[in-house]
Protein backbone atom coordinates (compact mmCIF):
# COMPACT_ATOMS: atom_id res chain seq x y z
CA UNK A 1 0.00 0.00 0.00
CA UNK A 2 3.05 2.42 1.03
CA UNK A 3 4.77 1.98 -2.65
CA UNK A 4 1.24 2.30 -4.23
CA UNK A 5 1.00 6.15 -2.56
CA UNK A 6 5.04 6.48 -3.41
CA UNK A 7 4.59 5.76 -6.89
CA UNK A 8 1.05 7.33 -7.49
CA UNK A 9 3.20 10.57 -5.59
CA UNK A 10 6.06 10.15 -8.10
CA UNK A 11 3.96 10.23 -11.28
CA UNK A 12 2.05 13.26 -10.36
CA UNK A 13 5.09 15.36 -9.55
CA UNK A 14 6.80 14.11 -12.94
CA UNK A 15 3.38 15.55 -14.77
CA UNK A 16 3.54 17.85 -13.05
CA UNK A 17 7.27 18.99 -13.62
CA UNK A 18 7.23 17.88 -17.33
CA UNK A 19 3.78 20.04 -17.84
CA UNK A 20 5.84 23.53 -17.62
CA UNK A 21 8.29 22.50 -20.39
CA UNK A 22 6.33 24.13 -22.97
CA UNK A 23 7.72 26.51 -25.62
CA UNK A 24 7.34 29.60 -24.29
CA UNK A 25 8.42 32.06 -26.85
CA UNK A 26 6.26 33.84 -29.36
CA UNK A 27 6.66 32.72 -32.97
CA UNK A 28 7.97 35.38 -35.40
CA UNK A 29 4.46 34.68 -37.36
CA UNK A 30 2.82 35.69 -34.07
CA UNK A 31 3.92 38.96 -33.05
CA UNK A 32 1.90 41.09 -35.39
CA UNK A 33 -1.02 40.26 -33.09
CA UNK A 34 0.71 41.17 -30.44
CA UNK A 35 2.27 44.51 -32.03
CA UNK A 36 -2.11 45.19 -32.82
CA UNK A 37 -3.27 48.68 -31.88
CA UNK A 38 -5.91 46.96 -29.19
CA UNK A 39 -3.26 45.90 -27.41
CA UNK A 40 -2.24 49.37 -26.51
CA UNK A 41 -3.08 50.81 -23.12
CA UNK A 42 -2.88 54.32 -23.61
CA UNK A 43 -4.74 55.00 -26.35
CA UNK A 44 -3.13 58.38 -27.34
CA UNK A 45 0.70 58.46 -26.41
CA UNK A 46 0.35 61.84 -26.66
CA UNK A 47 -2.53 62.73 -23.94
CA UNK A 48 -0.16 60.12 -21.94
CA UNK A 49 2.88 61.95 -22.24
CA UNK A 50 0.66 65.19 -21.28
CA UNK A 51 -0.69 63.30 -18.42
CA UNK A 52 2.48 62.51 -16.94
CA UNK A 53 3.55 66.27 -17.25
CA UNK A 54 0.88 67.12 -15.15
CA UNK A 55 0.99 64.44 -12.46
CA UNK A 56 4.79 64.89 -12.55
CA UNK A 57 4.62 68.75 -11.73
CA UNK A 58 1.24 68.40 -9.36
CA UNK A 59 2.37 65.17 -7.07
CA UNK A 60 6.54 66.80 -7.44
CA UNK A 61 7.44 63.13 -9.07
CA UNK A 62 8.38 61.17 -12.23
CA UNK A 63 9.22 58.45 -13.72
CA UNK A 64 8.07 54.78 -12.33
CA UNK A 65 6.67 53.53 -15.63
CA UNK A 66 8.02 50.37 -16.63
CA UNK A 67 10.88 49.81 -14.00
CA UNK A 68 11.65 46.85 -12.22
CA UNK A 69 11.34 46.56 -8.51
CA UNK A 70 9.46 45.50 -5.56
CA UNK A 71 10.18 48.33 -3.38
CA UNK A 72 12.62 46.41 -1.60
CA UNK A 73 15.55 49.20 -2.85
CA UNK A 74 17.67 46.37 -4.67
CA UNK A 75 17.07 47.73 -8.40
Known amino acids: M ?3 ILAIVLAASALTAGA ?3 R ?13 QIMVF ?7 SSDDHIRANREGAAGGHGAG ?6 N
Open 69 to 74: GGGCGC
Open 2 to 4: RTL
Open 42 to 48: DGDPHEA
Open 24 to 36: QAVRAAEKEFLAD
Open 20 to 22: GCG
